[in-house]
């Protein structure tokens, strides 16, 4: 019979698959066949893998799939070949596999993803922009609103100094127009001329 295998070990413990490796002992001169057990309570055993050895092969790896995440196996090891079944490995193994990763749905691409990182911080720096923006308009808006209600129908008045008395850098306020007249006395014929008067 051949020989028990040594150096049995797991390698690559998954959620769902993990793999184990070991070391081929002396055939006895025969082509071996190695037998992967599991178990779920280290008292039933199920062969879980078979593994045919080449002539020269030393080292042999198996997969071994289909398992629960975050649950405990128990794996032994053993070969046999025309002559019998040879003895257990010297090592069995108590495996747990990987508990399985909660997966949560970002609110905002802040990055995925990578960047909560670029996406999100953009997304924010243009809603700050905008709503900036907006604020900006309506402040003008009411700013205007209440320039309009003050009643400014001249900037200025200048009479000046001339015989004819007339009035130059008269200006009206196009939002707030009122009329504007002179009082003249009745019989008043003094001639007067004014300048720069605005259209209404």
Known sequence: TPEKPSSFHPTNVQEKQLSL???AGYNGGYTQTFIVEISLDNVTWNNVSQVSAGNGD????TVIEDLIP???YYFRLYAYN???RGDLADVQLAIRTLKAETMFSPLLDVSASAGVGVGGTAGIGVGGIVLGLIG???AFIIRRQLNGSKCSCFRSKMRTDDELHSYSNIEMNPQTVQPFYEELNKGNTEQRVYDR???L
Do not use: Y
């Open 21 to 23: 490796r070991w070391q």
């Open 136 to 138: 900006a308009i309506i």
């Open 58 to 61: 030393r080292w042999f790896t």
């Open 82 to 84: 025309i002559n019998g």
């Open 70 to 72: 975050g649950s405990e």
């Open 197 to 199: 008067i605005s259209p």
